[in-house]
């Protein structure tokens, strides 16, 4: 498997309280990815990344910030969590020809 | 905006084959996949195609893929229990930075 983790793994949070997830990656991807699952929406984009300092929205971006001060790293943040953002999150990374390899998630719980 | 749709659930025998469809509205996408979730872990790749290709053979695995139609299937001949997962079907945009679109997965169970 290639080198991509994420922390934490679960989370409990409470509403309006800011929260970050991070996304770990070893193979000098890159591009990065935050998605979030929920059931019968498959996996929606929350922001890319296509470079250190370069990122921008996806398609469900509303409600999240990202940063990526390093290749391996991409930070999602939640300014000010709410209970909609209760879902499971899930980071990817790819080089230029590869496929696009998968964090096991992060499932945040936001009551 | 792009879209690719499943059906959400499938039950097949083991040992029978398992056919799961997907249907994508971008002509532009260059390459197709499919992706396995099990439980409680993220997404493994499990093949992909080129949008200029027609098949591919993997092992057990089948990629069937219609162009005009923007239709995809897998199919998984000899279907075991350690097949049941989510299946993922995703399309590449180069619009977004080579992101994947994902259609919303098929459950599969394999019934003994």
């Known amino acids: 498997d290639a080198g991509i983790t994420q922390s934490p793994r679960h989370k409990v949070t409470e509403t309006g309280t800011p929260v970050t997830l991070r996304c770990h990656q070893t193979e000098n991807h890159r591009y990065m990815y935050w998605y979030r699952q929920d059931p019968g929406h498959g996996l929606r984009l929350i922001h890319y990344?296509?470079?250190?300092?370069?990122?921008d929205k996806g398609e469900v971006s509303d409600g999240y910030s990202v940063s990526r001060s390093k290749t391996e790293d991409f930070l999602l943040t939640l300014e000010s969590a709410t209970s909609s953002q209760t879902s499971v999150y899930f980071c990817?990374?790819?080089?230029?020809?590869?496929?696009?390899?998968f964090g096991q998630g992060t499932r945040l719980t936001v009551v | 905006g792009e879209d690719v749709e499943q059906s959400l659930f499938l039950s097949v025998r083991e040992g029978d084959s398992s056919v799961i469809n997907c249907t994508y509205t971008?002509?532009?996408?260059?390459?197709l996949y499919w992706y396995k979730q099990e439980p409680g872990a993220g997404l493994q790749l499990l093949t992909y195609i080129f949008s200029n290709m027609d098949m591919k053979q993997d092992q057990r695995l089948t990629v069937l893929l219609n162009k005009k139609d923007k239709h995809l299937s897998l199919r998984i001949a000899d279907t075991q229990t350690g097949d049941s997962a989510i299946y993922f079907c995703?399309?590449?945009?180069?619009?977004?930075?080579?992101?994947?679109?994902f259609g919303p997965g098929t459950r599969l169970s394999v019934l003994p």
């Open positions: 971008d002509s532009s996408s260059t390459y």
């Open positions: 990344s296509y470079g250190v300092k370069d990122t």
């Open positions: 995703a399309e590449s945009n180069p619009d977004y930075g080579q992101n994947f679109v």
């Open positions: 990817a990374s790819r080089g230029e020809d590869t496929e696009a390899f």
